[in-house]
């Protein structure tokens, strides 16, 4: 049962390797998953083996444990900061991997879970002790990265989406706490205080259980941010190439200019009533608009005094309440005409309304 267990994780890791990598359209997130897929399935393909790695390979299958942070992390930050690509300076994360690489390489090591009777054994201990604040640290950058994102949704989205909340991402990242580390744990303390559990190893289970969760909501995640296409307007290069505009130069919006954006905002929002997307957000008004993406979140902000969310979705609230008082859409529900104008939640729809209005969409529908 042990192996059948092993052999369904390494073909399921292998199988979304594969999967991610040949995922289009392609983007970096996807070789960050692949390349997670790929280190489950070589440390649990080693559990398969007739003999200790350590004996052929000295600094063994342990290490690649090291990037298994890094990579969920990775993950996580290239789907919620935009434009985001990997720099040499990211190499930094590889330095736990080949610190403990070059340190079993140099000594005579023996395999991670040999009993404290070997006076190699200290080693052991230490290196299960940086795995565990590895793993714990990654959980902690990927989780406040995420609670970040958050915050700036209503900056760029409409709608709170399932693509766009990264809701399952949260999930995914507290089981991962919950389980690994409390095998993870178990196993650094029979390592390090020779104290034994009861039943078996844990972890290929728990990677089996987690490579099936992450196939099962990633193949369903799709890029937050698309990328900016390029643009021959030169005020745009800067965003084109990744550069971020400094506070002042974003903030140098003549009070003129100001207010021309302004009310071209508002005749667009009228005229074009690109809101009853479900899908709209910035970068498409910025594009219908051409205007630069960040120079428009200011024009918002400061002409509108609100962020893009509410701006967007007081447009529909506005429609509703109109199609709510005109009998041709009678026969349409509440909810229905809701969803006609752009919001994809009944719960959101509802809190909004009574928000914009004091009243719920019933109410509003019988005072009418």
């Known amino acids: 049962m042990y192996e059948v267990i092993i052999i369904i994780g390494v073909v399921q890791a292998l199988f979304g390797m594969v999967l991610f990598l040949t995922k289009r359209p392609r983007h970096v997130s996807f070789l960050f998953l692949a390349g997670w897929f790929a280190v489950i ?3 649990l393909g080693s559990f398969l083996l007739p003999f200790q790695v350590v004996e052929y390979f000295k600094p ?3 290490p ?3 990037l298994l942070g890094p990579l969920l992390y990775f993950y996580v930050r290239s789907l919620t900061v935009e434009n985001f690509v990997p720099a040499y300076k990211h190499l930094f ?22 009993r404290a009777e070997d006076p190699l054994y200290l080693y052991n201990k230490v290196y299960y002790f940086l795995l565990i604040l590895s793993l714990l640290l990654y959980w902690l950058l990927s989780v406040g990265l995420i609670f970040r994102y958050r915050k700036s949704i209503p900056l760029h989205f409409s709608n ?4 766009n909340s990264l809701t399952w991402t949260v999930f995914v990242l507290t089981f991962f706490l919950m389980f690994f580390m409390v095998d993870f744990v178990r196993q650094f303390i029979r390592i390090a205080w020779d104290v034994e559990f009861g039943g078996f190893f844990l972890l290929p289970l728990n990677l089996t259980a987690f490579v099936f969760i992450v196939i099962f909501f990633g193949i369903n995640q799709t890029v937050v941010y698309q990328p900016i296409k390029r643009q021959t307007n030169p005020a745009q290069l800067g965003e084109i190439n990744g550069e971020a505009l400094s506070t002042a130069a974003r903030s140098d919006i003549q009070a003129e200019e100001l207010m021309e954006l302004n009310q071209q905002v508002i005749r667009y929002l009228c005229t074009q009533k690109a809101y009853l997307n479900p899908e709209f957000n910035l970068e498409l008004m910025a594009a219908d608009l051409d205007i630069p993406r960040n120079k428009l979140s200011q024009v918002i902000n400061s002409g509108q005094n609100k962020n893009f969310h509410r701006l967007i979705n007081e447009y529909r609230i506005r429609e509703v309440k109109e199609r709510l008082l005109d009998p041709s859409y009678s026969h349409f529900s509440v909810l229905g005409i809701a969803f006609e104008c752009g919001f994809n939640s009944k719960s959101a729809f509802n809190r909004i309304f009574k928000e914009e209005t004091g009243l719920t969409p019933s109410e509003f529908k019988r005072t009418s």
Do not use: D, E, K
């Open 41 to 43: 399935a070589i440390f």
């Open 60 to 62: 063994g299958i342990f």
């Open 64 to 66: 690649i444990l090291f």
């Open 93 to 114: 994360h590889l330095v736990p991997l080949w610190a403990v690489s070059v340190h079993r390489s140099t000594i005579p090591v023996v395999p991670i879970m040999t």
């Open 160 to 163: 709170y989406t399932r693509n």
